[in-house]
């Protein structure tokens, strides 16, 4: 029997593993287009790279339909909330976000100083926007939105992320963490885009890691309000998305149709992971991201263990459920089969 994978971020798969299936990654390898601009790029790598990133802003800026001074860029979205964070809180500040979610939030709040001020979700892995709103103090700074809700997988609606704009305090930032928003299938999903106009504290955060592949180059953004950018941009690193990110992220974007064809793909396996494991008696939150939940509480261990038996690295969340990524169809099939004997075992 093979050890219990305990969770190392970024751990590989090691020996009899075949399949990392725990950090929500993109499994098609970059496109060929993406490749060769890289590699080509590659040729220059004894200069710097452009500072002010001005190629990789302009396209973002066309794509989100903004000005080019509303997109701040970073070395992967995670590196960008931590900017905009430090820009943001010191001590004695305070960040509401739903939990359990993504792991970086508390670790990006206590970074500043700040406090972390985590509300649980509803049983259906959803945001508890009442609870949420409750939770905000007057030395709230922020409230961190998550859509869709990593490892759950439900995503926040139109009328909840509203709600949170007209009712959270003027002074507190609405950050919208919407890093799988292209797997999201479901329509009463929050629109971004239709808010961001009329609402000066909202920032969206988006990342190249899921959607367009390139986890291993660091790629991410935050789009908002001119004058709030600003403050974020002076708070970043220098030179915080390396030349070959750049050009990559770049390509990306010109090639966007060819990597949704494939977002579409790895959604077809999602839904079709999801009604299996329903079918087999799982109870699965609605799944919206490149990932499924298992809820099995005190079990997290000993499934993420028949996993890891078949080949396969999942991420188990001790007490609390197991989280799955999307894989090819391969890989969904032997999750099936695992999932099916492991109930059948009771
Ligand atoms: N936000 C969420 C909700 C995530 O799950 C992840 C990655 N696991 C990120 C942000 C981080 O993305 P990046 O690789 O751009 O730092």
Same mark, same amino acid.
Request: some cysteine; aromatic content about 6%; overall charge negative.
């Given at each position: 029997?093979?050890?219990?994978?305990?969770?190392?971020?970024?751990?590989?798969?090691?020996?009899?593993?075949?399949?990392?299936?725990?950090?929500?990654?993109?499994?098609?390898? @970059?496109?060929?287009?993406?490749?060769?601009?890289? /590699?080509?790029?590659?040729?220059?790598?004894?200069?710097?790279?452009?500072?002010?990133?001005?190629?990789?802003?302009?396209?973002?800026?066309?794509?989100?339909?903004?000005?080019?001074?509303?997109?701040?860029?970073?070395?992967?979205?995670?590196? %960008?909330?931590? /900017?905009?964070?430090?820009?943001?809180?010191?001590?004695?500040?305070?960040?509401?976000?739903?939990?359990?979610?993504?792991?970086?939030?508390?670790?990006?709040?206590?970074?500043?100083?700040?406090?972390?001020?985590?509300?649980?979700?509803?049983?259906?892995?959803?945001?508890? %926007?009442?609870?949420?709103?409750?939770?905000?103090?007057?030395? /709230?700074?922020?409230?961190?939105?998550? /859509?869709?809700?990593?490892?759950? &997988?439900?995503?926040?609606?139109?009328?909840?992320?509203?709600?949170?704009?007209?009712?959270?305090?003027?002074?507190?930032?609405?950050?919208?963490?919407?890093?799988?928003?292209?797997?999201?299938?479901?329509?009463?999903?929050?629109?971004?885009?239709?808010?961001?106009?009329?609402?000066?504290?909202?920032?969206?955060?988006?990342?190249?890691?899921?959607?367009?592949?390139?986890?291993?180059?660091?790629?991410?953004?935050?789009?908002?309000?001119?004058?709030?950018?600003?403050?974020?941009?002076?708070?970043?690193?220098?030179?915080?998305?390396?030349?070959?990110?750049?050009?990559?992220?770049?390509?990306?974007?010109?090639?966007?149709?060819?990597?949704?064809?494939?977002?579409?793909?790895?959604?077809?396996?999602?839904?079709?992971?999801?009604?299996?494991?329903?079918?087999?008696?799982?109870?699965?939150?609605?799944?919206?991201?490149?990932?499924?939940?298992?809820?099995?509480?005190?079990?997290?261990? %000993?499934?993420?263990?028949?996993?890891?038996?078949? &080949?396969?690295?999942?991420? @188990?969340?001790?007490?609390?459920?197991?989280?799955?990524?999307?894989?090819?169809?391969?890989?969904?099939?032997?999750?099936?089969?695992?999932?099916?004997?492991?109930?059948?075992?009771?």
């Amino acid at each position: 029997m093979l050890a219990l994978p305990v969770y190392v971020p970024g751990a590989r798969p090691q020996g009899a593993m075949v399949e990392k299936l725990s950090s929500n990654e993109n499994p098609y390898p @970059p496109l060929p287009g993406v490749l060769t601009a890289v /590699t080509d790029a590659a040729a220059d790598l004894n200069r710097y790279p452009d500072m002010a990133t001005s190629e990789l802003i302009a396209a973002l800026a066309e794509l989100h339909g903004v000005e080019t001074d509303q997109v701040v860029v970073g070395n992967g979205s995670t590196a %960008v909330l931590e /900017t905009i964070l430090r820009a943001l809180c010191q001590e004695g500040d305070e960040v509401v976000h739903a939990w359990r979610s993504f792991e970086a939030y508390p670790i990006a709040v206590a970074v500043t100083g700040a406090t972390s001020v985590p509300v649980p979700l509803t049983p259906d892995g959803r945001h508890d %926007v009442d609870a949420m709103l409750a939770a905000i103090t007057g030395r /709230t700074r922020a409230i961190l939105l998550c /859509t869709p809700n990593n490892p759950t &997988g439900p995503v926040l609606t139109q009328a909840e992320v509203e709600r949170v704009l007209a009712e959270a305090p003027s002074d507190v930032l609405v950050l919208l963490d919407e890093a799988y928003v292209e797997f999201v299938r479901d329509p009463a999903v929050v629109d971004s885009a239709s808010l961001l106009p009329g609402h000066n504290r909202l920032v969206v955060l988006r990342t190249f890691s899921k959607a367009y592949g390139l986890a291993g180059l660091r790629v991410g953004y935050a789009v908002g309000r001119a004058r709030l950018i600003a403050g974020f941009r002076a708070a970043s690193t220098p030179f915080g998305v390396n030349a070959l990110a750049q050009v990559a992220a770049v390509e990306s974007l010109r090639q966007r149709d060819a990597l949704l064809d494939r977002v579409d793909a790895l959604v077809v396996e999602r839904d079709r992971l999801v009604a299996g494991l329903r079918g087999q008696g799982w109870d699965v939150p609605d799944a919206q991201g490149n990932f499924v939940w298992l809820g099995v509480g005190d079990r997290a261990g %000993v499934l993420a263990r028949a996993f890891a038996e078949a &080949g396969l690295l999942v991420r @188990p969340f001790a007490g609390e459920g197991v989280r799955i990524s999307v894989g090819d169809r391969d890989a969904c099939d032997l999750v099936l089969d695992v999932a099916g004997e492991f109930l059948a075992a009771g």
